[in-house]
Nanobody, 122 residues
Framework: QVQLVESGGGLVQEGGSLRLSCAAS????????MGWYRQAPGKQRELVAS???????NYADSVKGRFTISLDNAKNTVYLEMNRLKPEDTAVYYC????????????????WGQGTQVTVSS
């Protein structure tokens, strides 16, 4: 059983920066991946960035060079540093957690955060 707490969303001007965080808690054995997705009104949810417990990252082309994802394994927390924000970055951002919980045999879980609103004004 895993719970996610997201924070850091808000309103920012174009060109500004924002840092999102997502802390996982519960009977966690190990995390495989954590990531950030976003969904704008009327659009499909899309992957923004993901990171494995080993530090391998993946970014959407639209955010490469502007966003940075990082994972603190000890704190079970993933961060998304967003720089040079654009109006098209406006969306609800969702944290995603994938890993194993409990005791042997460990159970695989995928958990979603409730989402945090990011609004970028022009």
């Amino acid at each position: 059983q895993v719970q996610l707490v997201e924070s850091g969303g808000g309103l920012v001007q174009e060109g500004g920066s924002l840092r999102l965080s997502c802390a996982a808690s519960g009977s966690i054995f190990s995390v495989n991946n954590m990531g950030w997705y976003r969904q704008a009104p009327g659009k499909q949810r899309e992957l923004v960035a993901s990171i494995t417990s080993g530090g391998s990252t993946n970014y959407a082309d639209s955010v490469k060079g502007r966003f940075t994802i990082s994972l603190d394994n000890a704190k079970n927390t993933v961060y998304l540093e967003m720089n040079r924000l654009k109006p098209e970055d406006t969306a609800v951002y969702y944290c995603n957690w994938q890993g194993f919980v409990g005791t042997r045999p460990y159970r695989f879980l995928e958990v979603w955060g409730q989402g945090t609103q990011v609004t970028v004004s022009s």
